[in-house]
């Protein structure tokens, strides 16, 4: 009875260590096969592209704005046509006649010397003395004056130009005052032998108050 139960017992310890070793086994398989999983590097996951429409990424072009309409101004077409047998008459440029430049030449007097006529000029003095006012700024200091002139008459009796020679005392106006004197004046002409000659001559004017 003792062989019995040893013999048992030693079996029962051969199938513990039995399933023991295949439980061993399975768990270094499942340690194995797990591992393998886990050191196994995932496969690169494809990535989803999206097509995007080209449509939609470029803008598209402005609307063209629409063409201007040139407007242009034409006379109006006559509906009637009126027809006739007679050509119309030439067209002839109008012709100005030639254009004439007049040129006036200045005639140069030849004005003698007072020694080398034979009659002075005559002048309307009483024309002169009314022409003659004292200057006011002289009248205003109680001052009389003398001018000597000289007047270049022509054969006519005008007198063309009139100069001061001198004015006594200067600077009051009775130089001015002598030339305004002669404005409007006219000559009898001087003459050399009976015939009116143009005459260079000296004529003083005294400006005195009363």
């Known amino acids: 009875m003792t062989n ?37 590097q995932p496969e690169p996951v494809a990535g989803v592209m ?33 027809e006739t047998e007679e050509e119309p008459p030439p067209v002839t440029a109008p012709v100005s006649a ?9 005639e140069e007097v030849e004005y003698l010397q007072q020694y080398m006529i034979t009659q002075v000029p005559v002048f309307p003095e009483n024309e002169i003395r009314r022409n003659t006012i004292h200057p006011p700024i002289a009248q205003r200091s109680n001052i009389e004056g003398t001018v000597y002139l000289a007047l270049f008459i022509d054969s006519e009796g005008n007198i063309r130009e009139i100069r001061i020679l001198r004015e006594n005392p200067s600077g009051y106006g009775f130089g001015e005052a002598a030339v305004n004197a002669f404005r409007g004046v006219r000559a009898k002409p001087a003459e050399a032998n009976g015939v009116p000659v143009a005459v260079q001559y000296r004529y003083n004017i005294n400006f005195t108050l009363r």
Do not use: C, W
């Open 50 to 82: 999206k097509l995007v429409d080209l449509r939609e990424e470029i803008p598209p072009p402005p609307p063209e704005e629409p063409p201007v309409p040139q407007t242009t101004t034409q006379e109006p077409i006559a509906e009637n046509v009126i």
């Open 98 to 106: 030639p254009v004439v430049q007049e040129y006036v030449v200045q």
């Open 4 to 40: 019995t139960v040893g013999f048992g017992s030693a079996r029962m310890r051969v199938i513990i260590f039995a399933g023991v070793t295949v439980l061993h086994i399975a768990l270094i398989l499942l340690v194995a096969f797990n591992f393998e999983t886990i050191v196994k």
